[in-house]
T-cell receptor, first 116, second 115 residues
Framework: ETGVTQSPTHLIKTRGQQVTLRCSSQ?????VSWYQQALGQGPQFIFQ???????GRGNFPPRFSGLQFPNYSSELNVNALELDDSALYLC???????????????FGSGTRLTVV | AQTVTQSQPEMSVQEAETVTLSCTYD???????LFWYKQPPSRQMILVIR??????QNATENRFSVNFQKAAKSFSLKISDSQLGDTAMYFC????????????FGKGTLLTVNP
């Protein structure tokens, strides 16, 4: 059983650019959630995808968007990067949207994004 | 909106001793879930323990146990027989029972276990 894989592990981008982060969910999981963890903070929920559709969204602007593919992998896209977007981006997969009933998320090790 | 507060940014403990990490939360809901996650230097969030609000009995997982005080909205984590591998950031998290897809995290407590 493979875990959650995220790529790349580190990334440096310039303000104003666009970035795509990728996540492969754990085998058997069909739901992917994305979190942003700024330095010294706890993770903040960005959005969740279930069966290729957005299932919930946190307090993030529209320039944060996502996709989920038929194999349940997912992408997080951020347009017009700002310095404050520098953070660790965590992906978590689960079986179904009822994450608690299915004993919660499996997290990846994240992508560290630095915006300069 | 729910909030989760961890008032101890850093704590340290000697190996084999016991340590308690504090967490308080604010919600108007009656049905919810609480979690403790561990984040080692590898950055991956690992579930340590979870508690359903409707259960009065405190959850226990091996050396980890919680003290859940629903009326006080308090959810502390006790680690017994601390081990060097317990060194990590610990996050308390809340999930609403009504929309159980989103975790709300506290800012975390850095726990260092000293030899």
């Amino acid at each position: 059983e493979t875990g959650v894989t995220q790529s790349p592990t580190h990334l440096i981008k310039t303000r104003g650019q666009q970035v795509t982060l990728r996540c492969s969910s754990q085998s058997g999981h069909n739901t992917v959630s994305w979190y942003q963890q700024a330095l010294g903070q706890g993770p903040q929920f960005i959005f969740q995808y279930y069966r290729e559709e957005e299932n919930g969204r946190g307090n993030f602007p529209p320039r944060f968007s996502g996709l989920q593919f038929p194999n349940y992998s997912s992408e997080l896209n951020v347009n017009a990067l700002e310095l404050d977007d520098s953070a660790l981006y965590l992906c978590a997969s689960s079986l179904g949207t009822w994450t608690v009933d299915n004993y919660g998320y499996t997290f990846g090790s994240g992508t560290r994004l630095t915006v300069v | 909106a729910q909030t989760v507060t961890q008032s101890q940014p850093e704590m340290s403990v000697q190996e084999a001793e016991t340590v308690t990490l504090s967490c308080t939360y604010d919600t108007s809901e009656n049905n919810y879930y609480l979690f403790w996650y561990k984040q080692p230097p590898s950055r991956q969030m690992i579930l340590v323990i979870r508690q359903e609000a409707y259960k009065q009995q405190n959850a226990t997982e091996n050396r980890f146990s919680v003290n859940f005080q629903k009326a006080a909205k308090s959810f502390s984590l006790k680690i017994s027989d601390s081990q060097l591998g317990d060194t990590a950031m610990y996050f308390c998290a809340f999930m609403s029972g009504g929309s159980n897809y989103k975790l709300t995290f506290g800012k975390g407590t850095l726990l260092t276990v000293n030899p």
